[in-house]
């Protein structure tokens, strides 16, 4: 089991920026792949980005390319997601996630989410 709580939300201006934090506990060994979602109200979860455990391999939805960035702290087993240029519509409650060994496809542990507004 992998446990991960989320920090770093909150209340900012558009064109701000906010950095959120993703704390891995428990079977951490285990941890091949880490991202970000975000579910803004009345909508799906999305994906935001994702970062590999090992490598550091990034990947970026369209929508926060050039403004969001991932970072991983392997000894801290710890997942940043640094956000700037922020728009109302990045609006959402965000939600970090791990894709262990047993599985293929997907991620298998999930926080709780952060919320985070931009206000126009």
């Known amino acids: 089991q992998v446990q991960l709580v989320e920090s770093g939300g909150g209340l900012v201006q558009a064109g701000g920026s906010l950095r959120l934090s993703c704390a891995a506990s428990g079977r951490t060994i285990s941890i091949r792949k880490m991202g970000w979602f975000r579910q803004a109200p009345g909508k799906e979860r999305k994906f935001v980005t994702s970062?590999?455990?090992?490598?550091?391999?990034?990947f970026y939805a369209d929508s926060v390319k050039g403004r969001f960035t991932i970072s991983r702290d392997n000894a801290k087993n710890t997942v940043y997601l640094q956000m700037n240029s922020l728009k109302a519509e990045d609006t959402a409650v965000y939600y970090c996630?791990?894709?262990?060994?047993?599985?293929?496809?997907?991620?298998?542990?999930w926080g709780q989410g952060t919320q985070v507004t931009v206000s126009s």
């Open positions: 970062i590999t455990w090992s490598g550091g391999s990034t």
């Open positions: 996630a791990v894709q262990s060994s047993e599985y293929v496809i997907g991620y298998n542990y």
